[in-house]
């Protein structure tokens, strides 16, 4: 600041002997108005500032639209964008008494009251002109001083005479010869900009009191020593502010004058003006600020009519109730995503549903479908042997959002209670690590785990372990990277602790301090995901996350995570490529701008919701449930019959009135001791009876599993079909359903999309001859797979020829597994045919793998190592493995949309194999190694991998 000054005196002594600008007015002129090309620069100026959402551009325009020849109009979204911002700064801890003047005089001027604010998403109301009169005054010095003045003009701070007296003297003692110099290397510098403005903050109290007056006329009197010869005062800033403040107090500025050369300082302020007339400059070059004070003066200029006008006072304009609104555009973008993620049926995706809705301008509804396929998938977690702390700490936040109580769950065709907060409660959280404990502390936040001191102080104490002086860093290859997420999941966690908890308030300051070191020019923290975590704690601490901004570009991470929006206004990128967490977790923290009032909001907080039991349903309003004790009942009969031979033949069954297939085949399974997998889940995927298994895709890329009832095809799902007395379901085995069902498009399985139903009828067969004893398919047997942890999955890719042995009863499980294997597989998994020519140069024509590269190439699984090589013989790493499977998932149509993993050594992950991984991990294909990490640059092994492929496998069906 001081050194601008400086610069800005040279200046003005240079350019004592120059000649004014082409703009400058006749120094004889005695009147009032502006020049008309002056006129012309003035509304040059208006057109260039009416779209700009800065507080003082606004001001200007509200007064050059009082003008009766004002030819341009601010927009209403750029006036409520600046409501907005003023609202910000208002319940901001950190605005200074400077800030709140701002806010004050600006929203005056918009017609705001001031008393009465309201900031996004809240009741109650903020009043600045109270939180300014309460402020100290004098704590920024002596420049703070004319700006509370002026605001106490507006009407509504009430100022006492024995506090605007302590301002005068404040000033007074800071005033020097007039002209508020300062001293700088042993020199003394006026401070034109700063006399101006005590100028128009004194002009009310000219006349009625003494210590006002006699620095006024001492403020005159140094600026009239100080005015160059070409009438400036070194800069169009420092020439705006006296001639507003010339005009404040009634006098002319265009009889303010340099006493050698008679020009004036109307003339000095012209000389700046661009070359292209819609504009001021500063030290020659275009300056927004210049422009803004510049075209502040012009004004001032316009409406003087030779008796006092100061441009600061609107105290007689109408106030009436501000209130803070997103900005148009970030709403229609809030609401665009919540568009796609209405049907969506992903668990945090859900959750931001239900937090969006909550917003009195919602108009998004999320689709009742999804909602139960969430709380289904909650259900199954809740109840799963191998749910990790973190993973029920997610079902305990999401169900809690759904309205659903944890403690009360019930499985398909189940009446014993699953609790996951008992389960949870129960975990051992310390094992879960640093970053599981801030989710565990938001489940808690719901009501019904209810942690002991001690557990809570435990995962305090592991968080504080891990805080890494509040970035929750991590080290790889030797460099330190700071985790903002995680460091704003703890905001988050701790916020409810803050107050009465020491060690939770010390970790948050800490973090909160580290934050403020981490963000970038741009106001990110290096990822929309980021940014969105660190608006969502800030907002939980009661933080403006607005108020969050690089100390030297002044960006906040509100403008760092709207810089990753998409082209199509409904999503966020990660790394410039469209990115479905991004979209999801930043839609979160828009929901939670929509929602901040300037008092904590926690998003993740739900323990006000109502809640009920819940159930696990499928297809369309079907929920199969067991019957009850006392339930009346119905019989009907179930035949079961592969390709060759029947399994269940005319059972009857008795199952309650109204049951569904569903029950019957149940029913009819476990009563002949035969099992199932699928039907839970409204799928039938196979059936298996004395250790003989069959199916789907056994018999053809098309076969499995079919029912009908009474000899007709169903339109339904099992689950879904109501069955009557003396109905006849047959299950049966086809080995290809579009030939069984010509025209019809879909799976098998009794699912509810279709290929059930069609062909002729199915007629009741004679009474069979006794069935063969079915024969078992020949499985490749190992002696090295006999104790293997893997044998399971070795098994199942072996069965379906998608693996084979190294050789003759060896597998070799822990061999690596090579490039060349993985895409072999792959194509085997697919069924397709190669189309195009080999282009790698190092694979031969009669290469075992050859075909599978091609068609790893035709279908964009891999295109090589960009030399023209593939590297056949390469081993494969755990990530690559990963990537490899993602590309086939999404050839084959799967969805791929996931959360984000939570492994130890996520830092080690390369950036293009995040996705997949997270994929992988959400879909359940891999859970990563027994201590918590990815291992991602480790070597996938044969074992590993066919486990994987039959996970894919299963889940993929």
Same mark, same amino acid.
């Given at each position: 600041?001081?050194?601008?000054?400086?610069?800005?005196?040279?200046?003005?002594?240079?350019?004592?002997?120059?000649?004014?600008?082409?703009?400058?007015?006749?120094?004889?002129?005695?009147?009032?108005?502006?020049?008309?090309?002056?006129?012309?620069?003035?509304?040059?100026?208006?057109?260039?500032?009416?779209?700009?959402?800065?507080?003082?551009?606004?001001?200007?325009?509200?007064?050059?639209?009082?003008?009766?020849?004002?030819?341009?109009?601010?927009?209403?979204?750029?006036?409520?964008?600046?409501?907005?911002?003023?609202?910000?700064?208002?319940?901001?801890?950190?605005?200074?008494?400077?800030?709140?003047?701002?806010?004050?005089?600006?929203?005056?001027?918009?017609?705001?009251?001031?008393?009465?604010?309201?900031?996004?998403?809240?009741?109650?109301?903020?009043?600045?002109?109270?939180?300014?009169?309460?402020?100290?005054?004098?704590?920024?010095?002596?420049?703070?001083?004319?700006?509370?003045?002026?605001?106490?003009?507006?009407?509504?701070?009430?100022?006492?005479?024995?506090?605007?007296?302590?301002?005068? #003297?404040?000033?007074?003692?800071?005033?020097?010869?007039?002209?508020?110099?300062?001293?700088?290397?042993?020199?003394?510098?006026?401070?034109?900009?700063?006399?101006?403005?005590?100028?128009?903050?004194?002009?009310?109290?000219?006349?009625?009191?003494?210590?006002?007056?006699?620095?006024?006329?001492?403020?005159?009197?140094?600026?009239?020593?100080?005015?160059?010869?070409?009438?400036?005062?070194?800069?169009?800033?420092?020439?705006?502010?006296?001639?507003?403040?010339?005009?404040?107090?009634?006098?002319?500025?265009?009889?303010?004058?340099?006493?050698?050369?008679?020009?004036?300082?109307?003339?000095?302020?012209?000389?700046?003006?661009?070359?292209?007339?819609?504009?001021?400059?500063?030290?020659?070059?275009?300056?927004?600020?210049?422009?803004?004070?510049?075209?502040?003066?012009?004004?001032?200029?316009?409406?003087?009519?030779?008796?006092?006008?100061?441009?600061?006072?609107?105290?007689?304009?109408?106030?009436?109730?501000?209130?803070?609104?997103?900005?148009?555009?970030?709403?229609?973008?809030?609401?665009?995503?919540?568009?796609?993620?209405?049907?969506?049926? /992903?668990?945090?995706?859900?959750?931001?549903?239900?937090?969006?809705?909550?917003?009195?301008?919602?108009?998004?509804?999320?689709?009742?479908?999804?909602?139960?396929?969430?709380?289904?998938?909650?259900?199954?977690?809740?109840?799963?042997?191998?749910?990790?702390?973190?993973?029920?700490?997610?079902?305990?936040?999401?169900?809690?959002?759904?309205?659903?109580?944890?403690?009360?769950?019930?499985?398909?065709?189940?009446?014993?209670?699953?609790?996951?907060?008992?389960?949870?409660?129960?975990?051992?959280?310390?094992?879960?690590?640093?970053?599981?404990?801030?989710?565990?502390?938001?489940?808690?936040?719901?009501?019904?785990?209810?942690?002991?001191?001690?557990?809570?102080?435990?995962?305090?104490?592991?968080?504080?372990?891990?805080?890494?002086?509040?970035?929750?860093?991590?080290?790889?290859?030797?460099?330190?990277?700071?985790?903002?997420?995680?460091?704003?999941?703890?905001?988050?966690?701790?916020?409810?602790?803050?107050?009465?908890?020491?060690?939770?308030?010390?970790?948050?300051?800490?973090?909160?301090?580290?934050? #403020?070191?981490?963000?970038?020019?741009?106001?990110?923290?290096?990822?929309?995901?980021? #940014?969105?975590?660190?608006?969502?704690?800030?907002?939980?601490?009661?933080?403006?996350?607005? /108020?969050?901004?690089?100390?030297?570009?002044?960006?906040?991470?509100?403008?760092?995570?709207?810089?990753?929006?998409?082209?199509?206004?409904?999503?966020?990128?990660?790394?410039?490529?469209?990115?479905?967490?991004?979209?999801?977790?930043?839609?979160?923290?828009?929901?939670?701008?929509?929602?901040?009032?300037?008092?904590?909001?926690?998003?993740?907080?739900?323990?006000?919701?109502?809640?009920?039991?819940?159930?696990?349903?499928?297809?369309?309003?079907?929920?199969?449930?067991?019957?009850?004790?006392?339930?009346?009942?119905?019989?009907?009969?179930?035949?079961?019959?592969?390709?060759?031979?029947?399994?269940?033949?005319?059972?009857?069954?008795?199952?309650?009135?109204?049951?569904?297939?569903?029950?019957?085949?149940?029913?009819?399974?476990?009563?002949?001791?035969?099992?199932?997998?699928?039907?839970?889940?409204?799928?039938?995927?196979?059936?298996?009876?004395?250790?003989?298994?069959?199916?789907?895709?056994?018999?053809?890329?098309?076969?499995?599993?079919?029912?009908?009832?009474?000899?007709?095809?169903?339109?339904?799902?099992?689950?879904?079909?109501?069955?009557?007395?003396?109905?006849?379901?047959?299950?049966?085995?086809?080995?290809?359903?579009?030939?069984?069902?010509?025209?019809?498009?879909?799976?098998?399985?009794?699912?509810?999309?279709?290929?059930?139903?069609?062909?002729?009828?199915?007629?009741?067969?004679?009474?069979?001859?006794?069935?063969?004893?079915?024969?078992?398919?020949?499985?490749?047997?190992?002696?090295?797979?006999?104790?293997?942890?893997?044998?399971?999955?070795?098994?199942?890719?072996?069965?379906?020829?998608?693996?084979?042995?190294?050789?003759?009863?060896?597998?070799?499980?822990?061999?690596?597994?090579?490039?060349?294997?993985?895409?072999?597989?792959?194509?085997?998994?697919?069924?397709?045919?190669?189309?195009?020519?080999?282009?790698?140069?190092?694979?031969?024509?009669?290469?075992?793998?050859?075909?599978?590269?091609?068609?790893?190439?035709?279908?964009?699984?891999?295109?090589?190592?960009?030399?023209?090589?593939?590297?056949?013989?390469?081993?494969?790493?755990?990530?690559?493995?990963?990537?490899?499977?993602?590309?086939?998932?999404?050839?084959?149509?799967? /969805?791929?949309?996931?959360?984000?993993?939570?492994?130890?050594?996520?830092?080690?992950?390369?950036?293009?194999?995040?996705?997949?991984?997270?994929?992988?991990?959400?879909?359940?294909?891999?859970?990563?190694?027994?201590?918590?990490?990815? /291992?991602?640059?480790?070597?996938?092994?044969?074992?590993?991998?066919?486990?994987?492929?039959?996970?894919?496998?299963?889940?993929?069906?």
């Amino acid at each position: 600041m001081k050194k601008t000054k400086l610069l800005a005196l040279l200046l003005a002594f240079l350019m004592l002997f120059s000649s004014v600008g082409v703009f400058a007015e006749e120094n004889t002129q005695t009147g009032y108005q502006p020049s008309t090309e002056a006129i012309k620069l003035r509304d040059n100026i208006a057109q260039v500032l009416k779209d700009v959402e800065d507080a003082w551009s606004a001001f200007d325009m509200v007064a050059y639209s009082q003008l009766p020849d004002a030819t341009v109009e601010m927009p209403a979204e750029v006036k409520q964008a600046v409501i907005n911002a003023c609202i910000d700064t208002a319940v901001s801890d950190t605005a200074t008494a400077s800030d709140l003047a701002r806010v004050e005089i600006v929203l005056s001027s918009l017609e705001a009251d001031t008393t009465e604010l309201y900031a996004i998403g809240g009741n109650g109301s903020i009043n600045n002109a109270e939180l300014l009169n309460g402020a100290n005054h004098t704590a920024s010095g002596h420049y703070s001083v004319p700006w509370v003045l002026l605001a106490n003009m507006q009407g509504a701070v009430n100022l006492t005479d024995a506090q605007v007296s302590s301002l005068i #003297d404040v000033l007074s003692a800071n005033a020097g010869d007039g002209t508020f110099g300062y001293e700088w290397d042993g020199i003394t510098y006026p401070d034109a900009d700063t006399a101006g403005a005590v100028l128009a903050a004194l002009a009310p109290y000219y006349r009625i009191n003494d210590d006002a007056a006699a620095l006024v006329d001492l403020t005159l009197t140094g600026l009239g020593n100080a005015i160059g010869e070409n009438g400036s005062f070194g800069s169009a800033n420092s020439d705006a502010m006296v001639i507003i403040g010339l005009v404040a107090l009634g006098e002319n500025p265009y009889e303010f004058k340099n006493a050698t050369s008679g020009v004036s300082v109307v003339d000095g302020l012209l000389s700046a003006a661009n070359a292209q007339n819609n504009g001021f400059t500063f030290y020659g070059s275009e300056n927004a600020l210049a422009t803004e004070q510049g075209f502040r003066a012009l004004v001032a200029l316009s409406a003087f009519d030779g008796t006092a006008y100061n441009i600061y006072d609107f105290s007689s304009a109408v106030k009436t109730v501000a209130s803070q609104t997103i900005n148009a555009d970030v709403i229609t973008l809030r609401d665009n995503i919540a568009d796609v993620l209405k049907d969506v049926e /992903d668990a945090w995706s859900a959750f931001d549903m239900v937090a969006y809705s909550q917003l009195p301008d919602a108009t998004v509804e999320m689709a009742a479908k999804a909602k139960q396929a969430v709380i289904n998938s909650c259900i199954d977690t809740a109840a799963s042997d191998t749910a990790t702390a973190s993973d029920l700490a997610r079902v305990e936040i999401v169900l809690r959002a759904l309205g659903v109580d944890s403690q009360e769950l019930y499985t398909y065709n189940s009446n014993e209670p699953v609790n996951n907060a008992t389960t949870l409660f129960n975990a051992n959280y310390t094992a879960s690590g640093h970053y599981a404990a801030p989710w565990i502390l938001l489940a808690d936040l719901q009501g019904n785990l209810n942690l002991s001191e001690a557990q809570k102080s435990a995962l305090i104490t592991v968080l504080q372990q891990n805080s890494a002086g509040g970035t929750f860093g991590y080290e790889w290859d030797g460099i330190q990277y700071p985790d903002p997420d995680t460091a704003a999941a703890v905001l988050a966690a701790l916020a409810s602790l803050y107050d009465t908890d020491d060690e939770a308030k010390a970790l948050c300051d800490e973090i909160l301090t580290a934050l #403020d070191g981490m963000i970038t020019e741009s106001g990110s923290f290096g990822s929309v995901n980021s #940014d969105a975590f660190v608006i969502i704690g800030l907002a939980a601490m009661g933080k403006n996350p607005a /108020d969050m901004k690089h100390a030297t570009t002044g960006a906040s991470v509100v403008d760092g995570l709207l810089s990753y929006v998409n082209e199509d206004n409904n999503g966020f990128t990660f790394y410039g490529a469209e990115n479905f967490m991004a979209t999801e977790q930043g839609f979160r923290a828009l929901v939670v701008l929509s929602a901040f009032d300037g008092t904590a909001y926690n998003i993740y907080d739900f323990s006000d919701a109502d809640v009920s039991s819940a159930r696990q349903e499928n297809g369309e309003n079907a929920t199969p449930t067991p019957p009850a004790p006392d339930a009346s009942t119905m019989t009907v009969t179930m035949t079961i019959k592969t390709d060759s031979e029947l399994w269940i033949y005319n059972a009857k069954v008795r199952i309650p009135v109204g049951g569904k297939v569903y029950d019957a085949f149940v029913a009819a399974i476990n009563e002949n001791g035969m099992t199932a997998v699928g039907a839970d889940k409204g799928y039938v995927r196979s059936i298996t009876k004395n250790g003989v298994t069959l199916s789907e895709y056994d018999k053809g890329k098309n076969s499995g599993w079919l029912y009908k009832v009474n000899g007709t095809k169903p339109s339904v799902g099992l689950t879904s079909y109501v069955l009557n007395e003396g109905d006849d379901i047959v299950w049966y085995y086809t080995e290809d359903w579009i030939v069984d069902f010509p025209g019809v498009s879909g799976g098998f399985g009794g699912g509810s999309g279709g290929g059930f139903g069609g062909g002729s009828p199915a007629s009741k067969p004679e009474e069979p001859e006794q069935p063969e004893t079915p024969t078992k398919p020949e499985v490749p047997t190992f002696a090295d797979t006999d104790n293997h942890w893997a044998k399971d999955g070795i098994k199942y890719v072996t069965s379906l020829g998608i693996m084979n042995g190294v050789e003759e009863g060896k597998f070799a499980p822990d061999e690596k597994l090579t490039r060349g294997m993985l895409v072999t597989m792959l194509y085997r998994l697919s069924g397709d045919e190669v189309m195009g020519e080999n282009e790698f140069l190092d694979i031969v024509d009669d290469a075992w793998f050859k075909d599978a590269a091609v068609w790893a190439k035709e279908k964009g699984i891999t295109s090589g190592y960009g030399d023209g090589t593939f590297g056949a013989d390469d081993s494969v790493t755990r990530e690559q493995l990963v990537v490899f499977l993602m590309r086939y998932a999404e050839l084959i149509e799967m /969805d791929t949309k996931a959360e984000q993993s939570e492994f130890k050594d996520d830092g080690a992950i390369s950036e293009w194999a995040t996705k997949a991984i997270n994929w992988a991990k959400s879909a359940g294909v891999v859970s990563g190694r027994d201590d918590g990490t990815f /291992d991602p640059k480790g070597n996938a092994t044969r074992g590993e991998i066919a486990v994987v492929f039959m996970r894919f496998c299963e889940m993929s069906r």
